[in-house]
């Protein structure tokens, strides 16, 4: 595996259930990201981790809950979300050293019925 | 209140032409613009840079334009080709952090 990868890319769900979005970056980078994106609204980020540690967290929801384990992974978990959390959810990576070039995943197109 | 603008949701140019791509941005304590270019079910890739330092970055048929009194910048794509038909998306960054704003993207379509 190359890049960064996303599972699964697809994920339909329901209200009450719970559920993980999973990145991994193959890249050696030190920084990970995650990414809301909804039809016709910028990219929203939501979480930044910098060496494992998280540096930012854009007033997500509770329902939102990051995990990053070590410097190539990092979990989104889910519960009770709804509808209008339906979207493309993008994880990224970069090199601090590398003025903030982020390599993107392919995206989890995430339903909530 | 969207820090990085993309006023024109789509756009459309003949294979062969030139295809300009506006971003406009309001925090002046942005330093470093970048465009990034997506397909449908890909993630966004990055495709070229410029700093605050610079008003001009090419890369091939690919040139930024950076206008810092106007807070505006643009990406020329020129001969235009079909395969760069793709969501473009303007994004800004500040001094010494990682966080990216991006523009809501301009859809561009180019026909032979």
């Known amino acids: 595996e190359t890049g960064v990868t996303q599972t699964p890319r697809h994920l339909v769900m329901g209200m009450t259930n719970k559920k993980s979005l999973k990145c991994e970056q193959h890249l050696g980078h030190n920084a990970m990201y995650w990414y809301k994106q909804s039809a016709k609204k910028p990219l929203e980020l939501m979480f930044v981790?910098?060496?494992?540690?998280?540096?930012e967290n854009n007033s997500v929801p509770s329902r939102f809950s990051p995990e990053c384990p070590n410097s190539s992974h990092l979990f989104l978990h889910l519960h009770t979300l709804q509808p209008e959390d339906s979207a493309l959810y993008l994880c990224?990576?970069?090199?601090?050293?590398?003025?903030?070039?982020?390599?993107f995943g392919p995206g989890t197109r995430l339903t909530v019925l | 209140d969207q820090q990085v603008k993309q006023n024109s949701p789509s756009l459309s140019v003949q294979e062969g032409r030139i295809s300009i791509l506006n971003c406009d941005y309001t925090?002046?304590?942005?330093?470093?613009f970048l465009w990034y270019k997506k397909y449908p079910a890909e993630g966004p890739t990055f495709l070229i840079s410029?700093?605050?330092?610079?008003d001009k970055n090419e890369d091939g048929r690919f040139t930024v334009f950076l206008n810092k009194s106007a807070k505006h910048l643009s990406l020329h794509i020129v001969p235009s080709q079909p395969g760069d038909s793709a969501v473009y998306f303007c994004a800004a960054s500040g001094v010494n952090t990682d966080k990216l704003i991006f523009g809501t993207g301009t859809r561009l379509q180019v026909f032979p």
């Open positions: 410029i700093s605050s330092i610079k």
């Open positions: 981790y910098s060496l494992e540690e998280r540096v």
């Open positions: 925090n002046s304590m942005f330093d470093y």
């Open positions: 990224a990576s970069s090199q601090e050293a590398h003025l903030n070039e982020q390599f």
